[in-house]
C-alpha cells in the first residue's frame, strides 16, 4: 500500500493588494508638477548623501577656502587676518556657493551619458520637473555650504555688524543667486557630450568671473577698464548685496543690482534650458 502524499496548496494571493495592483486595469494618476518636483528634488539630496565628492563640495569645500583665503591674503592686504576677514568673508561665501554650483550641470551630464535621462523622458511626468527638482534639490547643498562659511568665519573672528538678521538675509541673496546661476550649468550640461567637458568648460568660464570681481579687493584702486568690467560682473552684484546684508547697509540700488543680475542669468540661460531640453526630448 502505498503512503498517501499530502500535497499543501500554495497560498492564494489573489487577494492581496500589490496583486490587485498589478491586475487593475486603472492607470496611476498622474504625479502633478510640484509632486514630481519634489520626487526629482529628494534624489537629488540623496545622491549627495551617497556621493562623498558633492558632500566635501558642501562642507569640506568653505571650510578650506575660507582658511586659505583669509590667512594668505589676510596680513599682507590689511595688516590683520581679523581685519581682513570682515571685508572677506561675504565674498568667500559666494565664491564657496558659486564653485559649488557646478556641480549641478555635471550630475545632469552624468544622467544623460548612464542613459538615466532618457528612462525619465519616457515617465507620464511634467517633463521640467526634472530639472526643476534637481535644482531645488541643489538649493539645500547651497545652503548648507554657505552656512558652514560663516560658522567658519564667526570662529576665526568675522563679526557681522548686522547680527543674526543680516547673515540670514546675506545666506537667502546667495543661495538665490546660486540657483539662478544654476541655470548655466543646466544649459551646459544638456549641451556638452562628457561629463568632463562640463567640469573643465565651467571651470574656464567661473575663474575669471571670481577673481574680476569684488570677492578679495575693491574695485577702487583698479584701472578704470578694469573697473567697468567688475562693475558688470554678476558675481560682483551679489558678493555687493551680501556684503552690505551682513554689514546693516543695503540699499535699493543694491537690491537692484542683484534682481538684474539673477533675472538675465534665469532669463537667457532658463531659455536656452528650456531649447536643448526640448530638442532632447524629439530626438
Request: aromatic share 8%; proline share 6%; charged share 10%.
Amino acid at each position: 500500500m502505498n503512503p498517501t502524499r499530502t500535497v499543501e496548496s500554495a497560498p492564494s494571493t489573489a487577494g492581496t493588494p500589490v496583486t490587485a495592483t498589478l491586475l487593475s486595469r486603472d492607470r496611476p494618476a498622474r504625479p502633478g508638477p510640484l509632486a514630481a518636483s519634489v520626487a526629482f528634488a529628494w534624489r537629488a539630496l540623496v545622491r549627495v548623501r551617497r556621493n562623498p565628492q558633492q558632500l566635501f563640495d558642501a562642507v569640506g569645500f568653505p571650510v578650506m577656502t575660507t582658511l586659505v583665503f583669509t590667512y594668505l591674503f589676510g596680513g599682507a592686504l590689511a595688516g590683520s587676518t581679523r581685519e581682513y576677514l570682515q571685508h572677506l568673508l561675504p565674498g568667500i561665501v559666494v565664491l564657496s556657493v558659486v564653485m559649488i554650483s557646478m556641480n549641478t550641470g555635471v550630475a545632469l551630464n552624468v544622467d544623460i551619458s548612464k542613459g538615466v535621462f532618457d528612462r525619465f523622458r519616457s515617465m507620464s511626468l511634467w517633463q521640467p520637473s526634472v530639472l526643476v527638482g534637481s535644482l531645488l534639490g541643489d538649493l539645500v547643498r547651497y545652503a548648507v555650504a554657505a552656512t558652514v562659511t560663516v560658522l567658519v568665519g564667526l570662529a576665526l573672528g568675522f563679526r557681522p555688524a548686522d547680527g543674526l538678521r543680516g547673515v540670514v538675509v546675506g545666506i537667502l541673496l546667495v543661495v538665490v543667486f546660486a540657483f539662478s546661476l544654476a541655470w548655466v550649468w543646466t544649459a551646459l550640461g544638456l549641451a556638452a557630450t562628457k561629463p568632463e567637458i562640463v567640469m573643465n568648460v565651467s571651470g574656464l568660464a567661473v575663474f575669471p568671473l571670481l577673481f574680476l570681481s569684488n570677492i578679495f579687493v575693491g574695485p577702487d584702486t583698479m584701472p578704470g577698464w578694469l573697473q567697468a568690467a567688475v562693475g558688470v560682473n554678476p558675481i560682483t552684484r551679489a558678493v555687493t548685496a551680501v556684503r552690505h546684508a551682513m554689514a546693516g547697509t543695503l540699499t535699493a540700488g543694491d537690491l537692484t543690482g542683484y534682481a538684474v543680475a539673477c533675472a538675465a542669468l534665469i532669463l537667457v540661460f532658463g531659455s536656452i534650458t528650456g531649447v536643448l531640453y526640448n530638442r532632447r526630448r524629439q530626438t
